[in-house]
């Protein structure tokens, strides 16, 4: 292992917060190059980020933050381990089934408290799954 990798390392280390393990596997993966390795790093860490804690009122901004993102195929509302909420997600449909039901949503979680958002993600041509 030579000083430039060490470089390499280092510099995925500081910019990703990985360990040295994870920072080695992607430069492998991506056969040394850092730019390659710091998109699939942050498309991993984008992945991993699946379901938020959030409060009553929280819910429904959270849910429409998560829409404009895309890429979502469900969403699961959560109180105490029981889905409350289980609807899928079509971009075409996005505006006409899922609006009525966040206004629906926004008042029964408001009495509920904590809950917990899961969402299932569709990416497509995703560099994680041809690794």
């Known amino acids: 292992m030579g000083i430039d990798e060490l ?3 280092d510099l995925l280390r500081e910019r990703m917060d990985l360990s040295y393990q994870e920072a080695v596997e992607l430069l492998h993966l991506t056969e040394g190059s850092v730019v390659d390795a710091l998109v699939l790093a942050e498309a991993k860490n984008k992945q991993a980020q699946c379901s938020w804690e959030v409060r009553g009122r ?3 901004a959270k849910i429409q933050e ?3 993102e895309g890429n979502i195929t469900k969403i699961r509302i959560m109180h105490e381990g029981k889905p409350v909420f289980v609807f899928p997600v079509t971009a075409g449909l996005v505006g006409v089934l899922v609006m009525p039901k966040l206004a629906l949503l926004a008042t ?3 009495l ?3 809950c917990r958002i899961e969402v299932e993600r569709d990416y497509p041509g995703d560099p994680i ?3």
């Open 7 to 9: 470089s390499k390392i």
């Open 58 to 60: 929280e819910v429904v």
């Open 66 to 68: 998560l829409l404009r």
């Open 108 to 110: 029964s979680v408001c």
């Open 112 to 114: 509920l408290g904590r």
């Open 129 to 131: 799954s041809e690794a």
